[in-house]
């Protein structure tokens, strides 16, 4: 690979992580705003992960808080919307429909976790329980907001930890509250996603700073 390859390749791989990131902090921060006792306990939570010194303990937000865990799963779950191909190396009959060898099939993940089967008749709706009561479900073959196989997302571990570390932060630091009455923010379905759905709406807040902080 040569320079001008390599820089494309990043240039393409940090464009769409820092997307990604962005979108599922606007969908998890949409989530905690609209359920205020959902803040609360993230707040209480992850309290433990701030030290003394001013720093922060990511690895005790992403393997010690299995709330604040649940909400980013299911916030993937509800806004993951990628694409994934795979190549049919034989023919394979779903149903009454023959899928010939040699094809590229094309799937999005958004409908396997809509899945009423796996993950309940509230499927539809958030439920920040969901992967709390039942943490397996993040590794059905239904679940799929990284892609798989030789196209799982690498950087999810990343994505992670920045997420959940801009939540804490932001809750610790701030108060928010809807500025005036509003509804959940829509997503914007119409319109094809390589990774995380985009919000139609904005969202107009008021924000204090903690005393405690």
């Known amino acids: 690979m040569n320079s001008r390859q390599s ?13 990604n990131t ?7 921060f949409s989530h905690l705003i609209f359920q205020p006792e ?9 309290a433990p992960a701030f030290r003394s010194d001013g720093s922060i303990d990511t690895e005790y937000l992403v393997k010690e808080c299995p709330h604040l865990n649940s909400i980013w799963l299911e916030t993937l779950r509800l806004s993951a919307s990628s694409t994934a191909v795979r190549y049919i190396v034989e023919d394979t009959r779903i ?20 899945d009423n089967s796996i993950f309940g008749e509230n ?15 993040q590794r059905n073959p239904n679940y799929r ?16 930890h920045v997420v959940l570390t801009f939540v804490a932060l932001s809750l610790r630091r701030y108060n928010f509250s809807l500025a005036f ?11 094809p996603a390589i990774g995380i759905i985009s919000g139609c709406d904005d969202l107009f807040l008021t924000v204090e700073q903690r005393d405690s902080c």
Request: aromatic share 14%; hydrophobic share 35%.
């Open 38 to 46: 959902l803040a609360d306990m993230v707040r209480n939570e992850t």
């Open 95 to 114: 149903g009454d429909t023959v899928l010939p060898k040699g094809n590229a099939l094309m799937y999005s993940a958004r409908q396997l976790h809509l």
């Open 181 to 191: 009455p509003q509804s959940f923010p829509r997503y914007e379905e119409c319109k």
């Open 22 to 28: 962005s979108k599922v902090g606007y969908w998890i």
């Open 145 to 160: 907001p990284f892609g798989g196989g030789d196209t799982l997302c690498p950087g999810r571990h990343l994505a992670k």
């Open 7 to 19: 820089f494309s390749w990043l240039t393409w791989y940090l464009i769409r992580i820092t997307t």
């Open 123 to 137: 499927h539809n709706e958030f439920d920040h329980m969901r992967f709390y009561n039942r943490p397996n479900l």
